[in-house]
Protein backbone atom coordinates (compact mmCIF):
# COMPACT_ATOMS: atom_id res chain seq x y z
CA UNK A 1 0.00 0.00 0.00
CA UNK A 2 2.72 2.37 1.07
CA UNK A 3 4.53 2.09 -2.43
CA UNK A 4 1.78 3.38 -4.22
CA UNK A 5 2.61 6.18 -2.26
CA UNK A 6 5.52 7.21 -3.13
CA UNK A 7 6.33 9.43 -6.21
CA UNK A 8 6.92 8.74 -10.07
CA UNK A 9 9.35 10.72 -9.43
CA UNK A 10 10.48 10.81 -13.12
CA UNK A 11 7.07 12.76 -14.19
CA UNK A 12 8.37 15.53 -12.39
CA UNK A 13 11.14 16.26 -14.43
CA UNK A 14 9.68 15.21 -17.08
CA UNK A 15 7.33 18.01 -16.74
CA UNK A 16 10.34 20.76 -15.71
CA UNK A 17 11.70 19.61 -19.21
CA UNK A 18 8.76 19.65 -21.19
CA UNK A 19 7.85 23.29 -19.64
CA UNK A 20 11.60 24.52 -20.81
CA UNK A 21 10.84 23.22 -24.11
CA UNK A 22 7.54 25.28 -24.58
CA UNK A 23 9.64 28.48 -23.01
CA UNK A 24 12.35 27.98 -25.93
CA UNK A 25 9.87 27.79 -28.83
CA UNK A 26 8.15 30.91 -27.54
CA UNK A 27 12.30 32.65 -27.84
CA UNK A 28 12.35 31.04 -31.28
CA UNK A 29 8.74 32.83 -31.88
CA UNK A 30 10.18 35.91 -30.32
CA UNK A 31 13.15 35.84 -32.36
CA UNK A 32 11.38 35.28 -36.04
CA UNK A 33 8.91 38.23 -34.70
CA UNK A 34 11.90 40.13 -34.73
CA UNK A 35 13.03 39.49 -38.10
CA UNK A 36 9.85 39.55 -39.88
CA UNK A 37 8.10 41.84 -37.88
CA UNK A 38 5.57 42.26 -40.57
CA UNK A 39 3.55 39.30 -39.29
CA UNK A 40 3.56 40.33 -35.64
CA UNK A 41 0.11 39.65 -35.41
CA UNK A 42 0.34 36.02 -36.48
CA UNK A 43 3.39 35.64 -34.01
CA UNK A 44 2.11 37.56 -31.17
CA UNK A 45 -0.82 35.24 -31.26
CA UNK A 46 1.44 31.99 -31.55
CA UNK A 47 3.47 33.37 -28.70
CA UNK A 48 0.26 33.79 -26.45
CA UNK A 49 -0.87 30.22 -27.64
CA UNK A 50 3.00 29.06 -25.86
CA UNK A 51 2.21 31.40 -22.95
CA UNK A 52 -1.11 28.92 -22.50
CA UNK A 53 0.62 25.64 -23.33
CA UNK A 54 3.27 26.97 -20.42
CA UNK A 55 0.92 27.52 -18.06
CA UNK A 56 -0.73 23.98 -19.11
CA UNK A 57 2.35 22.10 -17.96
CA UNK A 58 2.47 24.44 -15.29
CA UNK A 59 -0.70 23.08 -13.48
CA UNK A 60 -0.03 19.54 -14.08
CA UNK A 61 3.13 19.45 -12.06
CA UNK A 62 0.73 21.72 -9.18
CA UNK A 63 -1.93 18.85 -9.76
CA UNK A 64 1.03 15.81 -9.59
CA UNK A 65 2.63 17.93 -6.58
CA UNK A 66 -0.79 17.50 -4.96
CA UNK A 67 -1.42 13.87 -5.59
CA UNK A 68 2.25 13.26 -4.76
CA UNK A 69 3.11 11.75 -1.31
CA UNK A 70 6.81 12.47 -1.16
CA UNK A 71 7.96 14.73 -3.75
CA UNK A 72 11.48 14.76 -5.43
CA UNK A 73 12.88 17.92 -3.35
CA UNK A 74 10.63 20.58 -1.35
CA UNK A 75 7.51 21.09 -2.41
CA UNK A 76 8.08 25.10 -2.05
CA UNK A 77 11.11 24.77 -4.24
CA UNK A 78 9.29 23.00 -7.03
CA UNK A 79 6.79 25.68 -6.54
CA UNK A 80 9.11 28.29 -6.52
CA UNK A 81 10.89 26.78 -10.02
CA UNK A 82 7.75 26.29 -11.69
CA UNK A 83 6.29 29.81 -10.83
CA UNK A 84 9.48 31.31 -12.17
CA UNK A 85 9.72 29.74 -15.11
CA UNK A 86 6.08 30.37 -16.09
CA UNK A 87 6.93 33.93 -15.16
CA UNK A 88 9.95 34.25 -17.98
CA UNK A 89 6.84 32.87 -20.77
CA UNK A 90 4.71 35.51 -19.26
CA UNK A 91 7.22 38.71 -19.61
CA UNK A 92 8.20 37.51 -23.00
CA UNK A 93 4.86 37.44 -23.71
CA UNK A 94 3.87 40.54 -22.66
CA UNK A 95 6.70 42.32 -24.62
CA UNK A 96 5.81 40.55 -27.35
CA UNK A 97 2.02 41.73 -26.72
CA UNK A 98 3.05 45.41 -26.34
CA UNK A 99 4.53 45.89 -29.66
CA UNK A 100 1.32 44.80 -31.29
CA UNK A 101 -0.78 46.75 -29.34
CA UNK A 102 1.08 49.91 -29.48
CA UNK A 103 1.34 49.50 -33.17
CA UNK A 104 5.02 50.27 -33.10
CA UNK A 105 6.27 50.32 -36.76
CA UNK A 106 9.53 48.20 -35.40
CA UNK A 107 11.53 46.73 -32.62
CA UNK A 108 12.53 49.03 -30.24
CA UNK A 109 16.76 49.17 -30.74
CA UNK A 110 18.51 46.97 -28.86
CA UNK A 111 15.67 44.86 -28.11
CA UNK A 112 17.32 41.60 -29.96
CA UNK A 113 20.39 42.56 -28.16
CA UNK A 114 18.26 41.91 -24.97
CA UNK A 115 16.69 38.76 -26.40
CA UNK A 116 19.81 37.20 -27.25
CA UNK A 117 20.92 37.65 -23.57
CA UNK A 118 17.21 36.10 -22.27
CA UNK A 119 17.96 33.09 -24.76
CA UNK A 120 21.47 33.16 -23.51
CA UNK A 121 20.17 33.20 -19.74
CA UNK A 122 17.48 30.16 -20.54
CA UNK A 123 19.68 27.68 -22.58
CA UNK A 124 21.97 27.41 -19.41
CA UNK A 125 18.56 27.53 -16.84
CA UNK A 126 17.37 24.84 -19.27
CA UNK A 127 20.33 22.50 -19.16
CA UNK A 128 20.42 22.56 -15.78
CA UNK A 129 17.03 21.34 -15.06
CA UNK A 130 18.12 18.65 -16.91
CA UNK A 131 20.31 17.88 -14.86
CA UNK A 132 18.56 18.15 -11.60
CA UNK A 133 17.99 14.17 -12.31
CA UNK A 134 21.29 13.13 -11.53
CA UNK A 135 22.96 14.84 -7.80
CA UNK A 136 26.22 13.70 -9.83
CA UNK A 137 25.96 17.14 -12.04
CA UNK A 138 25.96 19.08 -8.96
CA UNK A 139 29.38 20.73 -9.60
CA UNK A 140 28.12 21.48 -13.32
CA UNK A 141 24.91 23.50 -11.61
CA UNK A 142 26.59 25.30 -9.64
CA UNK A 143 28.68 26.86 -12.61
CA UNK A 144 25.52 27.64 -14.67
CA UNK A 145 24.45 29.81 -11.89
CA UNK A 146 27.36 31.84 -11.99
CA UNK A 147 27.18 32.18 -15.60
CA UNK A 148 23.40 33.12 -15.39
CA UNK A 149 24.23 35.89 -12.70
CA UNK A 150 26.88 37.62 -15.27
CA UNK A 151 24.12 37.27 -18.33
CA UNK A 152 21.55 38.76 -15.86
CA UNK A 153 24.18 41.35 -15.13
CA UNK A 154 24.76 42.09 -19.10
CA UNK A 155 20.86 42.53 -18.89
CA UNK A 156 21.03 45.31 -16.56
CA UNK A 157 23.96 47.14 -18.23
CA UNK A 158 21.98 46.71 -21.47
CA UNK A 159 18.86 48.17 -20.35
CA UNK A 160 20.60 51.21 -18.19
CA UNK A 161 22.31 51.97 -21.76
CA UNK A 162 19.14 51.52 -23.86
CA UNK A 163 16.91 53.54 -21.71
CA UNK A 164 19.79 56.20 -21.52
CA UNK A 165 19.35 56.77 -25.34
CA UNK A 166 15.89 55.94 -25.40
CA UNK A 167 15.48 59.29 -22.97
CA UNK A 168 17.99 61.79 -24.78
CA UNK A 169 17.27 60.67 -28.40
CA UNK A 170 13.17 59.98 -28.47
CA UNK A 171 11.40 62.80 -29.69
CA UNK A 172 7.74 61.51 -28.82
CA UNK A 173 7.15 60.92 -25.06
CA UNK A 174 4.73 58.08 -25.97
CA UNK A 175 7.21 56.43 -27.72
CA UNK A 176 9.12 56.51 -24.88
CA UNK A 177 6.79 55.12 -22.35
CA UNK A 178 5.77 52.07 -24.46
CA UNK A 179 9.83 51.21 -25.71
CA UNK A 180 10.58 51.50 -21.84
CA UNK A 181 7.77 49.22 -21.12
CA UNK A 182 8.94 46.45 -23.72
CA UNK A 183 12.77 47.12 -22.10
CA UNK A 184 11.49 45.72 -18.92
CA UNK A 185 9.68 43.19 -19.68
CA UNK A 186 12.61 41.44 -21.17
CA UNK A 187 14.97 42.58 -18.85
CA UNK A 188 12.59 40.99 -15.70
CA UNK A 189 12.33 37.98 -18.02
CA UNK A 190 16.69 37.81 -17.58
CA UNK A 191 15.87 38.64 -14.15
CA UNK A 192 13.71 35.35 -13.29
CA UNK A 193 16.08 33.47 -14.94
CA UNK A 194 18.35 34.53 -12.27
CA UNK A 195 15.82 33.51 -9.62
CA UNK A 196 15.63 30.33 -11.45
CA UNK A 197 19.40 30.04 -11.08
CA UNK A 198 18.91 30.72 -7.68
CA UNK A 199 16.48 28.33 -6.72
CA UNK A 200 18.28 25.69 -8.37
CA UNK A 201 21.15 26.59 -6.53
CA UNK A 202 18.80 26.08 -3.26
CA UNK A 203 17.82 22.79 -4.21
CA UNK A 204 21.33 21.11 -5.00
CA UNK A 205 22.36 22.44 -1.67
CA UNK A 206 19.49 21.04 0.39
CA UNK A 207 19.89 17.54 -1.35
CA UNK A 208 23.45 17.90 -1.33
Not at 5 to 25: A, C, D, G, N, S
Not at 150 to 168: A, C, H, M, P, Y
Request: net charge negative; hydrophobic share 40%.
Amino acid sequence: MFKKLLPKEHRFFELFEQQTVVIKKGLDLFELLLREYSRRKELTQQIKEMENDADAVAHQIYRLMNNTFVTPFDREDIQTLVDRMDDVMDLLEKASARMEIYDLPAPPENIGKMLAILRKAFDRISSAVGMLRDWKHRDAIFQICVEVNSLENQGDTLLRISLERLFKEASDPFYVIKAKEIYESLEDAIDRCEDLSNVIETIIIKNA
